[in-house]
């Protein structure tokens, strides 16, 4: 076991520095920026007042989730060293991937409300991201949230269950309570689900939906419904999902095709020679050489009250260039997420032009497996996502009911749910799929990761009355977005961002 004491500086605090999107070919780990400026937004009809919203949001700006391409890609550099086949730009880059190894292994640590500190926790970017749409959630909704605190009305909050989107929950209510004193005390977490599994029911934290939040790895082991039970459906998409995933000739051929075609190859020499000899590099093309994520390594932090131990499980296997190029890349898209933790510009390590390939294949990737994928596909990346869509609604009946027991819904979740809701929505630039006979490419389709899955993605619907009607406003990471053009006839006025609550209900047939 390879044992270093290298120090973590601890931050208390968030750097306002924000990071620009553009330009750097980030994909879904692009980290957070509103699409729209709050000041340009379409006001509501006359006599409407916001009455209720509702929100589900990726997790914020993250670490990377575990260590995998970072400890292989750092093995592969110790085996060059070894080997004395570095240049002088690939003898830098050893000492900043175990640096990154070294934040990923200490980050959280030292920040108040993170569940326990390591690898795929928020960074201090991500905090922000979520301490900042609360505020604009607020500043957005005029009275409906500044008045609760007078009234009964209570604001709900369910997750996924995994620490990351816990710690989002934790890090948005926070920042409600900081904004809106009084308001903590009206914030409840969603009743405990008891009856899963069917064998052998247990209950599952309070604030916890898998169905609704993370319905992409239902198992029978955890999730098994009765074949009676609502989420019985949700439950047989996902293993159809699954199975699409691991045994679909289509998708799987149309990603590696994308993956190890020759330009991409052509990209991965051009980064790697760089950094290796042609030799070293031409073993690991020719299959000479191969590199797993295995080795352990353990990290104290700098004020010595903290040590912990990272363990490769080798399932992350370098076995060719572009292999190797892509686990590069996958450093490097995280890097501008934790910018505070580890302010390392690993963009240097890419010659002019090579970015934007890795880019294309993270999104063709993404595009195939959570998204639109190929049309014959018929919608299995995104059925499963009906039972959160038919959460929104119920939610939204409640108020067209006259129940203004919630003021609020907050759902905290990952990209493996955000895309296909996405798709379940019908957003126009989440939702056109690929016939089997072409191939996505950025000229032909406009899904892309950097915005349909960028780090704390958001959907929120925002519901107005003026007494008698209820009108909702969809907004997509925060921009004003149109329903579908079925749903043109519930459109409020032409032009309008204003829909007809009654409408929405008719033109997703709900």
């Avoid at 690939?90 to 108040?112: E, F, H, M, S, T």
């Amino acid at each position: 076991m390879r044992v270093i004491a290298f120090s973590l500086l601890v931050c208390s605090t968030v750097s306002a520095t924000g990071v620009a999107q553009t330009g750097l070919y980030l994909g879904s780990k692009a980290p957070y920026t509103p699409a729209q400026d709050s000041s340009t937004y379409e006001a509501a009809p006359a006599g409407f007042t916001p009455v209720y919203t509702e929100l589900v949001a990726r997790h914020g700006s993250r670490g990377l989730s575990s260590p995998g391409s970072d400890l292989a890609m750092y093995n592969l550099w110790l085996d060059a060293q070894a080997k004395g086949s570095l240049t002088k730009t690939g003898a830098r880059l050893g000492p900043d991937l175990l640096r990154i190894i070294q934040a990923n292994a200490l980050l959280g640590y030292g920040v108040a409300g993170i569940s326990a500190p390591g690898y795929g926790n928020l960074t201090l970017l991500g905090i922000q991201e979520h301490t900042q749409l609360a505020q604009r959630m607020v500043a957005r909704t005029g009275t409906l949230l500044t008045s609760v605190p007078s009234g009964s009305r209570q604001i709900l909050v369910s997750t996924s269950g995994v620490n990351r989107a816990i710690d989002s929950s934790t890090f948005f209510t926070q920042s409600l309570g900081n904004t809106v004193p009084g308001i903590a005390s009206h914030i409840a977490l969603t009743p405990a689900l008891t009856a899963y599994p069917i064998s052998k029911p247990a209950a599952q934290p309070a604030g916890v939906n898998r169905f609704q939040l993370y319905f992409h790895k239902l198992n029978a082991k955890t999730d098994l419904p009765a074949s009676t039970d609502p989420y019985y459906p949700t439950y047989q998409s996902s293993l159809q999902y699954q199975s699409f995933l691991a045994s679909d000739s289509i998708q799987i051929g149309k990603i590696n095709g994308i993956t190890y075609s020759s330009s991409a190859y052509a990209a991965a020499h051009a980064v790697l020679y760089t950094l290796f000899t042609k030799p070293f590099v031409d073993a690991l093309d020719a299959g000479t050489t191969s590199y797993l994520n295995t080795g352990s390594y353990t990290f104290t932090s700098s004020d010595g009250k903290f040590t912990t131990t990272i363990n490769g499980d080798g399932t992350t296997t370098l076995k060719n260039s572009v292999d190797a190029a892509n686990a590069l890349y996958a450093v490097y898209q995280i890097t501008p997420a934790m910018v505070n933790e580890v302010p390392i510009n690993m963009g240097k390590y890419f010659p002019a032009g090579t970015l934007p390939t890795f880019n294309y294949i993270s999104d063709a990737a993404d595009f195939y497996q959570k998204g639109p994928s190929y049309t014959e596909s018929a919608g299995v990346t995104y059925q499963m996502s009906q039972s959160l869509l038919d959460d929104f609604f119920s939610e939204g009946d409640a108020i067209a009911a006259g129940n203004l027991q919630h003021a609020a819904k907050l759902r905290f979740t990952h990209a493996e749910i955000m895309i296909p809701f996405q798709e379940k929505l019908g957003i126009p630039s989440a939702s056109q799929s690929v016939p089997m006979a072409q191939t996505y490419t950025f000229d032909n389709n406009p899904w892309r990761g950097e915005i349909n899955g960028e780090l704390a993605a958001n959907i929120q619907w925002d519901f107005y009355t003026d007494g008698a009607t209820i009108l909702v406003k969809m907004l997509f990471n925060e921009k004003e977005t149109d329903f579908p053009t079925a749903c043109e006839a519930a459109r409020n006025s032409a032009g309008s961002h204003f829909y007809r609550y009654v409408g929405i209900k008719t033109c997703y047939s709900h």
